[in-house]
Nanobody, 124 residues
Framework: QVQLVESGGGLVQAGDSLRLSCAASGRTFSSYAMGWFRQAPGKEREFVAAISWSGDNTYFADAVKGRFTISRNNAENTMYLQMKHLKPEDTAVYYC?????????????????WGQGTQVIVSS
């Protein structure tokens, strides 16, 4: 398993951009597919984006397509979520996740590691 720590959350206005980072410990980071989930108050945790171990394949929830991008730097054991044109409905705690298969992240079934979460608040 890898240990995951998110950072970069904060309070922004609608239309702003924000970049989240996920730092992973361990020498096996490059063998994991990675992803982001979010959980808004009173709602279930939902899938946001995923990236394959190589970075060649990415997946996004419909709600964020065209606004969010996901990337990773295996040399630095770090994954990113670039969020643009933020909306109040993007307000949530964002969690970093790791799994051996990218489809397991997309389906939220088989995630092996979670971060502690970082809060994003988008004001209108």
């Amino acid at each position: 398993q890898v240990q995951l720590v998110e950072s970069g959350g904060g309070l922004v206005q609608a239309g702003d951009s924000l970049r989240l980072s996920c730092a992973a410990s361990g020498r096996t980071f490059s063998s994991y597919a990675m992803g982001w989930f979010r959980q808004a108050p009173g709602k279930e945790r939902e899938f946001v984006a995923a990236i394959s171990w190589s970075g060649d394949n990415t997946y996004f929830a419909d709600a964020v397509k065209g606004r969010f991008t996901i990337s990773r730097n295996n040399a630095e054991n770090t994954m990113y979520l670039q969020m643009k044109h933020l909306k109040p409905e993007d307000t949530a705690v964002y969690y970093c996740a790791a799994a051996t298969q990218v489809t397991w992240i997309v389906r939220n079934a088989g995630v092996s590691s979670w971060g502690q979460g970082t809060q994003v608040i988008v004001s209108s």
